[in-house]
């Protein structure tokens, strides 16, 4: 599982970084968080290819998904592209996903916070809705919890312990330190980081960044140059009953 792509110089070093990691890592299943991978933000539809052509099978988003019109079509149309689940039915797209590999199935949920972001659906109840769809269909279940919050997310954690194989964060852009795996065999870590520019503000040019903070005015947000990091996870987790086996922190 990889953290928000951001921009063009995030989605160049995910399409350098990433076969050469699935391949190290034998993975099965890969899930990229795609939501800033356009330019200026939000996700379009050549994003979207570019990050399935690197190598993603499901692509997750979050509060920038439905940052352009133009995108709602593809979201309608593509299987594996989600937008977190507890938008309801009225916004494009959907939250759920089966990705089957053949050999295994694996049920992919995106879900937003509510803490400090959308007053959307609870996003507890919307869990507990989307594991009952997919229990008959999946081996096993991967949440990507797109939140602000670090106690919303580790209190989400451990609601989902025991019930999919894992639970992992994004939107903070900045990587985590928490991978474990629970006492009821699930993966967690409250956020995969970014794949972006490490000399940035959540990948924003810093001095952007800044302006922004100290004026409280409209800054047009660019992304600054330089090299950047792929972070994100390594989930190994045992077909037979659904349980991780290890967690392991990427930042490449
Ligand atoms: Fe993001
Ligand atoms: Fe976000």
Redo the contacts with the bound molecule.
């Keep these: 599982m990889v953290g928000?792509v951001?921009s063009a110089i995030g989605t160049e070093k995910l399409i350098a970084a990433l076969p050469r990691l699935k391949k190290e890592y034998a993975a099965d299943v890969t899930v990229v968080?795609g939501?800033?991978a356009a330019v200026g933000n939000g996700i379009t539809r050549q994003a979207a290819e570019q990050i399935f052509a690197a190598g993603a099978d499901c692509i997750t988003g979050?509060n920038?998904t439905f940052r352009r019109r133009e995108f709602y079509d593809y979201l309608d149309e593509s299987e594996f592209c989600l937008r977190p689940e507890n938008y309801g039915d009225a916004a494009p797209g959907h939250g759920i996903c089966v990705v089957d590999k053949g050999h295994v199935r694996v049920g992919v949920v995106n879900l937003l916070g509510t803490v400090f972001m959308e007053p959307l659906e609870n996003p507890f109840d919307c869990m507990d809705r989307a594991l009952v769809r997919l229990q008959d269909e999946v081996h096993f279940t991967v949440v990507d919890f797109h939140a602000e919050a670090t106690a919303e997310k580790r209190a989400m954690g451990f609601y989902l312990d025991g019930k999919v194989a894992a639970i992992v964060g994004?939107?903070t852009?900045v990587q985590t330190a928490d991978a474990q795996i629970l006492p009821n065999g699930t993966a967690y870590m409250t956020d995969l980081g970014?794949t972006g520019p490490v000399q940035s503000v959540l990948g924003v040019e810093p001095s952007l960044a800044i302006e922004k903070m100290r004026t409280h005015l409209p800054v047009r947000f660019q992304n600054p140059s330089g090299d950047c990091l792929l972070q994100g996870v390594c989930i190994d987790v045992d077909k037979a009953n659904g349980k991780a086996v290890c967690i392991e922190r990427i930042s490449v």
């Design positions: 928000d951001v968080n939501e800033n979050g920038h994004t939107h852009h970014m």
